[in-house]
């Protein structure tokens, strides 16, 4: 009984972190909340300066627990700039993981205030953070023939005007590779055998409208494209087949030993602007993710697997960069959790600052 409670214990371990994230995010909107009212009558570009700052140390918390507590080491490989820039960040899609991926490449460009998502219009719902990911100027995108071409191109012009730093993340697969679902990725073969366009194996077929989009209306604002091919180490079963990456909670959990990132930098210039043939161009480099992570997963040679080819470095991230924004947080939260006063504006929050978020995302793209 004792083993089988400290099994269970051990396999409680995302417990603290997920407890920490969701129980300051109450905190974290109303911090943000004030500045908004207080910012009101300000330009636009001094609202997002703070609402940046606060961001990074809300994800600079969240990083904590991915890499300093997980543990967990980041390989990185290809070119990463040191300095930041204005950026639209292109990933093959697996986990909910992914997100944070793309914040562990900023923050080692001091860029981690400058991300924003291109989401699927369902997590506009989530409590407090789907209307605040609006509001930091994610844009929220529907499938297919409800694509709103003129409201996400609305969107990223007003994040121009206001002069906002982009570090605009996009998935451009629509939906996550999952192993374990293969009809998905079946048809996602089938539709580019149909279109006469090269059958993927450890990718899903691209979809260019959303990134057609970003890059046409912000190509003079930004300085490249961040091609970005992401494998978890771990991910495969004692047959040699792929299994399904890490959940949040199996990475919090310390499922996960290792995570490699490929990055590839492209000039603007090098991507056509016609739909038609980005389109091409996307599932080319589409195509290239397909062969690192066949080379990552398949390699003949076993000594090649669970690698990409190329210099590598085993990029360590300082707990100066994460541990004060977990004491700031972490402390403003306790401190309004001992008052009765606190608790019962705490609670508000999350109830008040739920519905309000659901009504606003519900008006407002």
Known sequence: MLLSLVLHTYSMRYVLPAAVMMGTAPTYVLAWGAWRLLSAVLPARFYREVDDRLYTIYQSMVLFFFENYTGVQVIIYGDLPKNKENVIYLSNHQCTVDWIIADMLAIRQNALGHVRYVLKDGLKWLPLYGWYFSQHGGVYVKRSAKFNEKEMREKLRAQMKAETPMYLVIFPEGTRYNPEIPKVIADSQSFAEKEGLAILKHVLTPRVKATHVAVDTMKDYLDAVYDVTVAYEGTVDHKGQRKLAPSMTEFLSKECPRVHIFIDRIELKDIPEEQMYMRRWLHE??????????????????????????????????????????????????SMLLTESGRKLYVKTWIYGTLIGCLWVSIKP
């Open 285 to 334: 480099r589409f195509e290239i993710k397909d062969k690192l992570l066949i080379e990552f997963y398949d390699a003949k040679d076993s000594k090649r697997r669970n690698k990409f080819p190329g210099k590598s470095v085993h990029s360590k991230l300082s707990l100066k960069k994460t541990l004060p924004s977990l004491l700031f947080l972490g402390g403003l939260t306790a």
